[in-house]
C-alpha cells in the first residue's frame, strides 16, 4: 500500500500533524499531510503523570469533578484505550489532599477516579513512588475506587503475588497486555509497600513479559516503567538498559515515566521507547519542560508491531492542546535529539 506524503515516513512512524523516519537510530520528525490511520487500526493515547491531589483535589472535593480534564477529554475519549501514569493515590483524608508537613506527600479524593472514568481514561498505571505516601490502608481504597468506576489498574495488588500480573483489554477480538514496574518508593510508610507494589523487580517483569509473548491470544504488549531521575535531560543508563531489556524479553513499547519532563524518544529492535512521557495532569511550574509535554498515540495494526503519533501538550493543572508553532518546534527538537 502506498501512502502519499509531502515527505515519508520509513518504518511507518508518525506524528499528529507531522511524521517520522528512522535513520541510523534517529528518529526525525517531518510534516504530513495526511492520517494513516486505518479504520481498523486500535488507537491507545498513553500520556505522562497525573497528580489528583493538591489544588486539582480540592476543585474536585468542591464538586468540579472534571476539572483536570476539562480541555482534553475529547481528545482523550477519541481513541479505543487512553493510559496514564497516576502519580497519586485516591482516598479519603477528610479533605487533604497534600500534607501539611511535605508538599512532596499528597493524594487525590475518592472521587478522582470518576475524574478519570469521565474523562475517558480506561487504565492507570499504579506503579511510581506516590502509590505509598499514605500507606497500605489508602492504597487499598485507592485501588478500590478505581475498581468501582471501572478504571483498570496495572502495577500494584493488594494480593502481592499478583502486584506484577498483567492487566490485559480487549478491543475488535485484539488484546493488549499492560505492565508497570517503578524502581522508587517515597520514604513515607514505605515498611512493606513492595509487598504489594510492582517495585524494582525487573526478573518478574521479564518472566511476566516471556508468559505473554508465547500466548497466542495476546497481540501486544506495553510495559510502563518509572524510572530515572527527575528533571533531566536525556535517559539514566539504568533506564536505557532496563527498557531495552524489556523489549529483547518481548515487549512492544515502553512507556515512561518519573523525570516529570519529556525525554528523547528512541526506537530499538523497531520498538518504541518513550523514555519520558513528561506531566500531564501535574502542575510543576519549573519551566517550559515541567509545562509542555506530549502523548503519545499508539497505532496498533500488526501483532507486536506498534506505529505512534505524537500530540504536544501544554501539561498543569488542566492540560490541553499546545498550539503554539515555535513550543511545538522546541518540544519536537528534544523528542528527536
Do not use: C
Not at 137 to 162: F, H, I, P, Q, W
Not at 294 to 307: D, G, N, Q, S, T
Not at 310 to 333: F, H, R, V, Y
Amino acid at each position: 500500500m502506498q501512502v502519499q506524503f509531502k515527505l515519508f515516513i520509513l518504518l511507518g512512524i508518525a506524528l499528529i500533524g507531522y511524521a517520522g523516519w528512522h535513520t541510523l537510530g534517529q528518529p526525525e520528525f517531518r510534516e504530513a499531510t495526511e492520517n494513516t490511520t486505518q479504520p481498523k487500526s486500535i488507537t491507545v493515547l498513553v500520556g505522562g503523570d497525573v497528580n489528583m491531589g493538591r489544588l486539582t483535589g480540592q476543585n474536585i472535593l468542591a464538586g468540579d469533578i472534571d476539572f483536570p480534564f476539562k480541555y482534553i477529554a475529547d481528545t482523550l475519549k477519541n481513541v479505543d484505550i487512553a493510559f496514564v501514569n497516576l502519580e497519586s493515590q485516591l482516598a479519603d483524608l477528610g479533605g487533604e489532599t497534600e500534607s501539611p508537613t511535605s508538599e512532596y506527600r499528597f493524594a487525590g479524593p475518592p472521587d478522582g477516579a470518576v475524574s478519570l472514568a469521565n474523562a475517558g481514561i480506561d487504565i492507570v498505571s499504579v506503579a511510581n513512588n506516590h502509590m505509598w505516601d499514605y500507606g497500605k490502608a489508602k492504597l487499598k481504597e485507592t485501588l478500590d475506587n478505581l475498581r468501582n468506576n471501572e478504571v483498570l489498574y496495572v502495577g500494584a495488588s493488594m494480593d502481592g503475588n499478583k502486584r506484577f500480573d498483567p492487566a490485559v483489554l480487549e478491543i475488535r477480538g485484539k488484546k493488549i497486555a499492560f505492565l508497570a514496574m517503578t524502581n522508587l518508593l517515597n520514604g513515607y510508610e514505605n515498611v512493606g509497600a513492595d509487598d504489594y507494589i510492582s517495585f524494582q523487580n525487573p526478573d518478574a517483569i521479564v518472566a511476566e513479559i516471556e508468559k505473554l509473548k508465547v500466548r497466542s491470544d495476546i497481540d501486544w504488549i506495553l510495559v510502563s516503567l518509572h524510572s530515572g531521575a527527575e528533571y533531566i535531560e536525556k535517559p539514566t543508563q539504568n533506564t536505557v538498559n532496563l527498557a531495552k531489556r524489556f523489549i529483547d524479553a518481548g515487549a512492544d513499547a515502553i512507556l515512561g515515566h518519573h523525570p516529570h519532563v519529556p525525554l528523547p524518544i528512541d526506537v530499538y529492535n523497531k520498538k518504541p521507547i518513550f523514555y519520558s512521557l513528561g506531566n500531564f495532569a501535574f502542575w510543576q511550574p519549573f519551566g517550559f519542560w515541567t509545562e509542555n509535554s506530549f502523548l503519545a498515540k499508539l497505532i496498533l495494526e500488526k501483532p507486536h508491531e506498534v506505529k505512534y503519533e505524537i500530540i504536544p501538550i501544554d501539561a498543569g493543572w488542566q492540560p490541553e492542546l499546545l498550539t503554539d508553532e515555535e513550543s511545538i518546534n522546541k518540544l519536537l527538537s528534544r523528542l528527536n535529539s
